[in-house]
């Protein structure tokens, strides 16, 4: 009688695929994809109408700088007790109440620029509460993407949230340069407090277990839950490696793209160009999750982090050659290289942090991200004054490459694993 040998377990290439479009049969991720898709159309729009809003107030690129600069500011204060409360609190719920704060900033906002009453105190002001929502929301929605799904389609899950929300941005900065253009910039912040309003209600409609948390006898204080929080950031030098290049490559970029974009393309090419030029770059994005969502590498962190060199193109062609195809290229191929990394970044944070402090640790990922952001956009102003806008951009474009070529020198960086 011949014996019958057990099969031979799968291995990771012979087990099938998940399907690409498994994670919206989920109710909880399909309303979380459609708040943060309606936030994100919104914001498409309001950079390009506060830029110009400021711009036709004074026509100062210092101004500029400050108002956004303070945003990002006010993202760098709030955004590890954001994690905190994320921890704490039912993810969604945080979600609905920074949607509500930010639509009442961004309806405030509106208001002064119709009206014609906002002045570069009342803008700043305004800036820093909404990137105080800003700051409390990023960690609740960036950890409750897992939450959502099972763990086999978490990389379809992320490539899925970042394809929906992207293709919103091209519907929002088309239009943001439509309305800026025609009606003027304070329309556009009237959409962007719309958006808001609209996704308190889906993130309300999210229904998600508790993440697995300490028993409330173990709790500890907010500074507490903050060291805890740094252990677990800290002790992964894969992660702060990749934090602190993107703290360099978000302040060029954010310096270069946010202020002296808007400058040169009052200088040469028009309003109206700008946002097309955001609009391919979203494009791009779209391409690149539609592909991340289907990779297969082990190496997915250092396979992302390649792609970052892509981010000094577009700063690049803005100082060198202004013009509208170098422009269009070059956005599309920087928004494809992004959903690379963003994919594999995200997919990496839900597979090696625990879920209990994963709003945490995105909190300082965020923190070190945009420490020097409101630097870059602070300073883009002034050192454009004084040395040239093209040398600026010029400058920012290398501190891109410099910073992509120090996060690939990290040994951990190369071989952090990836469950494909």
């Known amino acids: 009688m011949t014996e019958t040998l057990p099969a031979a377990p799968p291995t990771q290439e012979d087990r099938p695929r998940p399907g690409t479009l498994a994670p919206l049969r989920h109710p909880a991720f399909r309303f979380l994809v459609a708040g943060r898709t309606v936030t994100m159309a919104g914001n498409a729009v309001a950079p390009i109408a506060l830029a110009f809003a400021v711009l036709d107030l004074t026509g100062s690129a210092r101004d500029l700088g400050l108002v956004v600069g303070v945003r990002s500011l006010a993202n760098v204060l709030f955004v590890l007790f954001g994690g905190v409360i994320a921890d704490r609190l039912p993810r969604h719920l945080v979600m609905v109440g920074t949607c509500v704060l ?76 439509v309305l800026v253009s025609e009606v003027g910039p304070g329309w ?49 030098t894969w992660l702060w490696v990749v934090v602190a290049g993107f703290c360099v490559i978000n302040a060029a970029v954010s310096g270069a793209m946010n202020v002296l974009g808007p400058v040169v393309a009052d200088e040469t ?31 997915f962190l250092f396979y992302g982090v390649l792609w970052c060199g892509a981010d000094l193109l577009l700063v690049l062609a803005l100082g060198l050659t202004p013009y509208v195809v ?27 942090v625990p879920g209990d402090m994963l709003a945490r640790v995105y909190s300082y990922d965020m923190l070190g991200s945009i420490l020097a952001m409101p630097i870059g956009q602070m300073a883009a102003g002034p050192l454009a004054e004084w040395f040239g806008v093209r040398e600026t951009l010029v400058g920012a474009a290398v501190l891109c490459g410099v910073a992509t070529l120090a996060m690939l020198a990290s040994r951990d960086v190369r071989r952090l694993p990836h469950a494909i």
């Open 188 to 236: 556009g912040l009237a959409v962007d407090a719309a958006t808001f309003g609209v996704a308190a209600v889906l993130f309300a409609l999210v229904r998600v277990p508790r993440a697995t948390a300490a028993a409330p006898a173990e709790r500890t204080g907010v500074f507490a839950d903050l060291r805890i929080g740094w252990s677990e950031f800290a002790g992964r």
């Open 269 to 299: 090419f028009g309003r109206k160009t700008w946002g097309l030029v955001l609009a391919v770059q979203t494009a791009g994005m779209i391409v690149g999750a539609l592909l991340a969502m289907r990779v297969r590498v082990r190496r």
């Open 326 to 352: 170098p422009l269009l290229l070059t956005g599309f191929v920087v928004g494809f290289a992004l959903e690379q990394f963003a994919v594999a970044w995200d997919t990496s944070m839900q597979e090696h």
């Open 102 to 177: 930010a639509a009442l900033t961004q309806a405030a906002v509106a208001t002064a620029v119709l009206t014609g009453t906002a002045t570069i105190p009342l803008l700043v002001a305004l800036s820093a509460v909404n990137g105080l929502a800003a700051a409390l929301a990023f960690p609740a929605a960036s950890a409750l993407v897992p939450q959502t799904v099972p763990a086999e389609v978490r990389q379809q899950a992320n490539a899925i949230n970042r394809l929906a929300f992207n293709a919103a941005m091209i519907g929002g900065a088309s239009l943001g340069g």
